[in-house]
Every structure is written in C-alpha cells, then in structure tokens.
C-alpha cells in the first residue's frame, strides 16, 4: 500500500528519498513521485511516474534534483487510475505547499465541491489534491500559520491519514501528521536532520532514534530545532523517543531470486527465533510474559474471539482450533472485516485476539476498537514492532520472524502459528486444562519443527519439477481435513496471489457437497493427506477425485505408500503430532505456489494489485 519518506536536514535529498522509496517497493504500488526544494526564491520540484521506483528515477535523471528537503511517496490507487496525475506528491493552487498522504479522506467529494466554489481547481481525482487545497485555503481564508491550519483542515476531515506537508515559503520546515495510518518520524544528531516515513525500514539506515506519532498527533520539524508534537486540538505532546533496532541485512534478498523464496527458507531460523527465550525445553515450559501477565482475564475467559484477515485469517483458523483443543473453551474466527460490521456481541469476558503481519491493517484495527469499546481484553499477535495494533493491544506477543518484504506471506503464518500454539499452551496450563504428558510431549515436537521444516526444504529442487505440471493449470482445489483445511486455504491463496491461478481451498469432505461437480482429467487437485486422526478420512475423499479421474498432487508424511498410489506427484513431510501438523504441510505449498509463479515468469515479490500492508477498509 502507499509509503512515504520525508527528509529535511543537511544532505541533498534525493537520493535518500529514492533509497527510502526503493526500501518501500514491498507493500506494493502503482506510482511513485517526489518534490524537491531548494530555495524559497524557486519553485517546487515535482518528478511524477506511472509504474516503478526505477521509471521515476529515468524521470527524474537529468532533471534538477538540487535541495536539502523533500518528500516523497508510493501510491497504491484508491480514488483516481494509477496514472501520473494522480501520483503524489500534489501542489495547492499557489503552487506553495504540496503535500504526500496515506489513507483514504473519505468526505473529499463534499470538500472538493465546496473549494471549486471558492475558485480552487483540480488536476487529478485524488482525495488527497482535495487535501492539501484545504489546507491552502485554510491559510489564506483564515490568516493563520501553516502549522494551525494543516491542523484546522484536518478536523475537518473524515477519514485516514498520514501526511506530511511541505511549504515553498518555509525551506526545511516539514510538517506531518497521522490518524489511522502510521507515521514515524527519526531523529538526526542533535536535531540537525529529520526522517519521516511510513515504517521504519527507510530510515533506519540513518537513525535508530524514532518517534511514533499518535492519532490525530502533528509533528513540526525544523533542523536545528528540537522536534514538537501537538494534538489536532494544539495541546503539547511529549516527544517519546525509542530506540529502534531494525536489521537491516533482514531488508536485504541475501543472495535468493526474490524475497519470498528468502523468507520461505529463513522459516527454521525465524520459527527458533520466535521461540527463544519462551519455549524453555530442559524445564519443559512455555513462558508468555502475555499470559503471565493477564493470567485472571485469559484463564477465565468465556471466549476466545480471533480477528484478522487473509493469511492471518487462516492462521486465527488454527488458533481457534489450538485453543478449543488445549483450553476446552469455545472459540470464534472472523474476517476483522465482517465482524466490524456485524453488530457483534463481545464483552467482558471475551479475549478478542487480533493476528497481523503488518500490525497496520484497517479492518483489524477497527475490529479491535470495536471489541476495546465493548470491554473486551485484547490480545496482538504481530511481527512489526511498534505497529499500531501492537499499541492497541492489553497484550500480545510478538511473532519476531523478521521484516516481511514479499507480498506473499509465508514467514509470518508459521511465526503466526508458532506464538498461537504457544499462547494456547500457555493458557491451558494455568486453566489445567491440559494433561502433563501432553503439554510436555507438544514441547518437545514443538521445539523439532524448525529442522523438520528444513528438510522440507531440502526438497525444494523437486517441488520445483512438480511445480512444472502445474504452471498452465487454470484452475486448482486445495483440500484438507482438521488443521489441514486452513492450510488448505492458505496453499490456495498463496497460488492465487501470485500465479494468478484460480484456486480453492476446501475442507475435503464437504467438496462432495458441490465442488466435486468441477472434477474431470484437467482439474488438478492438491490434497493434504498427512498423518492425522482423520487420515482414513481424507483417503476416502481422494478415492472420490480418483474416481472422477482428477489429478492429485498429495501432500504426505514420510513413509507413505497408500496415497502414493492414488496420486500423480507426491510431497513428503516429516511426522508430527496432529496438531503442529500445519506448521509442516503449509511449507510444500509456499514452495509450490512460488515455482508456479516464476515458472510463468511472474512479479513474485510485488504480484499486481496486491500491497503488503492494507491499511484501507
Ligand atoms: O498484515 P496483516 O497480516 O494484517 O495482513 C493481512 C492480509 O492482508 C495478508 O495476510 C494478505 O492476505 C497477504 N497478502 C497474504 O499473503
């Protein structure tokens, strides 16, 4: 979804504003711009493009790219066409402020009608140009600084953002702001330089030091002043400077083709990664300090309600069943976007768990407001730190796998499963709703998965061959049982993301209740066949798809030779308990989905349409 990257200080901006924006591509774009100032006496710079970061820069190059401050943003469209005039950054009617913005401003239409009234005009059918026209004629019609009236415009506004706006009249003043939609903003030495972005990850190269704007906060940064932050109501703020630690080689493909085939073979490290320090083997325990800490509300819980979308979706999907499983206490899982809008029935007594990647997206966040609103006790389960749903949240773990740069999410959903498993561990030994021998034997094949999802990987070169059958398929059925069936789901999307094949993913007894009328010598299936209490089950399901003469691609435990018979290509699995059995069979078809795609020589990282942080409802 849109970055930003703001910059102002001692340095030529330009550069760094192209660096940041490249460090930004992972959510997923359209176009990109920049607006460049030297001087009072000249005009704003804008460099705008339709594509990628690099067509910005064949732009820009040759251009006057001259000035110490500038900001600069990737679009992902929302209202208006992905074309150039619509990209970002957008100047006011006088040509003095421009301005770059996430989010969406829902009310634009009704505020664009009343400044054309006022004589303004518009150049793109963006809810942002209407944006930084109000600010503009905020100023003019009000008299007042820049400052009061970005802050007066935006109580106007409804809707989300995050902005930063930038002044002709005023070289290196930067002003930016946020309500629903993250802002950071890091600090030079001695406050000689500001770095303002969407996440950290642009700016982490040149600070660690950041400051996390709250909602409807403002921040005003001049170098060689120390930064101030005020309320949309102008009440002061205390600035609450952390220390960020980002790895930077983490940003980095370290040597893999693309992104998600890094981030598919870092899962053993990252799966320990999550661990460490929680799951304590020679004392066979497992220590969430989320649990330790809010021990009444999670043990006495009525209810566990998990909010999330897609991939994290899948993921709330094996953790209802880990939790039903291990605490005996009933469980619900809902699009964050469909419970937002369902007139719930949540409150005391309800543990809302939220699951997100980004930490940023919109429906989860409305979700969890909702629930906060109503008296729940909320829990995150997040890999970016300091995200805003981590800040909503009573409680959460973190998932600790690492920044995820492709689209596709794959590392998250096993760090996502590997803190749900914990967490479902952790509560039911309080509740004692756990027999020892179990809690002890889950333990210890806990602590097994990362070498066992190795060797999964080791077979990557022959998943890749399998993946060629598959690569002109045009439709594909994912099946499976149990915990199978959101793994099922999840293999599904992942196809669909970036093969842009379609696929399905079912639980397999119910496909004879109308998918298995879509079953002929064309139709691929991917069963997930693994050894579990429902095995003989799902067998019987695969002989109905054999006898339609579907094409089965099975995924198995190690050793199997029933299904083998039955099926065109076989994937092997280690053996695992019953219930950490996703964390196995959903490594095959990441692997899968991703040789399909590149087979057809696709975008893998950036698919089309898609961002990697959807922070839009
Ligand atoms: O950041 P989140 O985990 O909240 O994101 C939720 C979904 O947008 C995300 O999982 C999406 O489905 C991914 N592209 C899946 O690969």
């Known amino acids: 979804m849109c970055g930003i990257v703001g910059y ?32 009072a006496e000249e005009k704003i710079k804008v460099y705008k493009a339709t594509g990628k970061v690099a067509d910005l820069e064949a732009v820009a ?56 009234a006022k004589g303004y005009h518009f150049r793109s059918e963006t809810d942002t140009e209407v944006l930084i026209q109000l600010i503009e004629y905020t100023e003019v019609s009000r008299g007042v600084s820049l400052q009061d009236a970005v802050r007066m415009a935006l109580s106007k506004v409804i809707g989300a953002y995050a902005i930063i706006v930038m002044d002709r009249r005023a070289p290196g003043v930067l002003v930016a702001a946020r309500k629903s939609s993250p802002m950071v903003i890091g600090l030079g030495e001695n406050d000689s330089e500001f770095f303002i972005a969407s996440d950290a990850s642009p700016i982490a190269e040149y600070t660690r030091r ?20 005020v309320t949309l109501q102008n009440a002061e703020v205390a600035v609450d400077v952390q220390h960020v630690d980002l790895d930077l080689n983490m940003l980095e493909k370290g040597g893999y083709d693309h992104f998600m085939l890094k981030e598919i073979f870092d899962q053993p490290q990252c799966l320990e ?8 083997l020679n004392h066979k325990r497992v220590i969430l300090s989320a649990v330790t800490e809010h021990r009444q509300a999670l043990v006495n819980a009525r209810r566990f309600l998990f909010v999330s979308c897609g991939t994290s979706w899948h993921a709330g999907l094996i953790g209802g069943q880990l939790i039903e499983h291990f605490c005996r206490v009933p469980a619900q899982v809902m699009y964050a976007s469909e419970f937002r809008y369902s007139n719930p029935v949540v409150g005391p007594g309800d ?29 995150g389960v997040v890999n970016a730190v300091g995200s805003s749903i981590a800040r909503l949240s009573d409680a959460g773990a973190y998932i600790h ?8 999410s794959t590392k998250a959903f096993t760090g996502q499963v590997t803190v ?39 077979q990557h070169d022959e998943i890749r061959r399998v993946a060629e059958h598959y ?36 639980p397999a007894a119910e496909m004879k209740h109308g998918p298995i009328a879509l079953i002929d010598e064309n139709m691929p299936v991917v069963f997930i066949a693994t050894h579990q209490h429902i095995y003989e089950k799902t067998i019987s399901n695969m002989q109905e798809v054999v006898a339609r003469k579907g094409r089965i691609l099975a995924i198995v435990t190690e050793g199997d030779t029933q299904v083998r018979q039955m099926a065109e290509h076989v994937i092997e699995v280690p053996e695992t308990i019953d219930c950490l059995v996703p964390l196995l069979s959903v490594v095959p078809l990441q692997i899968l989905a991703y040789y399909i795609a590149v087979g057809k020589g696709l975008d893998v990282d950036q698919p089309r349409n898609l961002a990697k942080s959807v922070t839009v409802e």
Request: hydrophobic share 40%; charged share 20%.
């Open 61 to 116: 190059e040759n251009q006057d790219c001259r000035g110490t401050v500038g900001i600069a943003h990737t679009r992902w469209a929302t209202h208006g066409a992905p074309n150039t005039p619509n990209a970002h950054p957008h100047l006011s009617e006088s040509g003095n402020l421009t301005l770059v913005h996430n989010g969406i401003i829902e009310n634009y239409a009704t505020l664009r009608e009343q400044l054309r």
């Open 351 to 379: 543990v809302v768990v939220a699951i997100s990647q980004s930490g940023e997206t919109a429906d989860t966040l409305a979700a969890m407001q909702i629930a906060r609103d109503a008296g729940a006790t909320l829990l």
């Open 273 to 280: 990664d999550c661990m460490r320090g929680r799951v304590l």
């Open 8 to 39: 102002s200080g001692c340095r030529t901006a330009y550069p760094l504003l192209m660096q940041g924006l490249h460090r930004l591509e992972y959510r997923g774009y359209d176009s990109a711009g920049v607006a460049l100032m030297a001087d």
């Open 210 to 229: 950041m400051v996390y704007l709250n909602d409807e906060e403002m921040a005003v940064c001049v170098p060689g002043q120390p930064l101030s932050v």
């Open 401 to 408: 796998v690492g920044p995820e740069i492709g689209v596709a």
């Open 420 to 458: 749900l498993t914990m967490m479902a561990l952790a509560i039911a030994r309080e509740k004692g709703s756990v027999s020892d021998c179990e809690y002890e034997q889950t333990i210890e094949e806990l602590v097994r998965i990362p070498d066992k999802i190795q060797t999964i990987l080791n």
């Open 471 to 506: 690569k002109l398929a045009s439709n594909v059925l994912y099946l499976g049982r149990g915990a199978n069936y959101p793994v099922a789901m999840e293999g599904a999307l992942k196809l669909k993301e970036i093969s842009y094949i379609h696929a399905e993913g079912y």
